[in-house]
């Protein structure tokens, strides 16, 4: 991927982008979404993260909200069928924040999807509490609809608070 | 993820190790319900004391062979977890159906 295609991605991502501060390390990954890649894309993100020294506990926090995003997108979005998975992250100081998108089937209900034990799949024995988890892991969590399809994760950690 | 196990005294001993999550989760249910299947066995302890991973799905796992457990009346507890896991547990209830020990 070349240099420009990265400053427009970061660019048109409010989230991911503080506003008007610049971070100080970007990372983008296209992954195919296949469970085999949800402990690669945790893994990736959480080295993304070790340069600014979190704590083990806070590590552990964003690669299991990792997880739950990627997988939410590998099982859910995509119906394990397969698809492009797109995972965003700025690194400042004192926080980093990730974006993690999908190209799938979206969710109609948003509100009620993110409520603890919701699940549209208890036949598979799914907790239905992958959005608990990501919003007690991290400081900030927001789930969005893509326009053309699709969902976008927004979440936020602050290494300064202990979670 | 790797799961061992050993019977002693009718209690079965089941450790699971690595990471779980929805890349191995049919491995484990499937894993664990050859070895749960066992008559004789009064208790059921799962020790997760090098499990260094697991995210949600590792939650319906538990809750499904803890399912399985109740309708023979036989518990299941949890052992030793790690930190990460412990935070995990703790935050889904968990410990309020399979309780958790140190040993």
């Known amino acids: ?25 970007f990372m983008s990954l ?10 690669f894309a ?32 590998v099982v ?14 700025s690194l400042y100081a004192r926080s980093v924040h990730i974006e993690i998108l999908d190209s799938g089937m979206g969710i109609i209900d948003i509100a009620t999807a993110r409520q603890p034990f919701y699940t549209t799949r208890a036949s598979e024995e799914r907790s239905g509490m992958g959005f608990t988890v990501m919003e007690s892991f991290m400081d900030e969590l927001a789930v969005e609809a893509r326009e053309g399809g699709g969902l976008i994760v927004k979440m936020v950690k602050h290494f300064d608070v202990s979670a | 993820m790797k799961i061992i196990y050993k019977k002693l005294n ?7 190790a690595g990471e779980l999550d ?4 049919q491995n484990a249910r499937d894993t664990l319900d050859s070895l ?7 208790k059921v302890m799962l020790d997760m004391s090098e499990l260094v991973f697991m995210d949600s799905t590792g939650i319906g796992v538990l809750l499904g062979r803890f399912k399985k457990l109740k309708a023979r009346g036989v518990p299941l507890h949890i052992a030793n977890p790690t930190k ?3 935070k995990l547990l703790t935050l889904c209830g968990i410990y309020q159906y399979m309780p958790k020990v140190s040993f």
Do not use: W
């Open chain 1, 76 to 89: 859910h979005a995509y119906n394990s069928k397969g698809g492009i998975i797109e995972i965003n992250a």
């Open chain 1, 1 to 25: 991927m070349n240099t420009k295609t990265l400053k427009r991605n970061t660019k048109t991502s409010s989230f991911c982008y503080k506003s008007g501060t610049t971070p100080d390390n």
């Open chain 2, 22 to 25: 929805e890349a191995v989760a």
């Open chain 1, 30 to 39: 296209r992954i195919e979404a296949i469970n085999k890649n949800e402990a």
């Open chain 1, 42 to 73: 945790r893994s990736v993100v959480a080295a993304f993260c070790a340069s600014v020294n979190p704590t083990v506990e806070q590590l552990t926090d964003i690669k299991t909200a990792v997880s739950e995003a990627v997988t939410n997108s």
């Open chain 2, 10 to 16: 009718n209690i079965l001993y089941i450790g699971i």
């Open chain 2, 36 to 42: 749960i299947e066992e008559p004789h066995i009064k």
């Open chain 2, 84 to 86: 990460a896991v412990d």
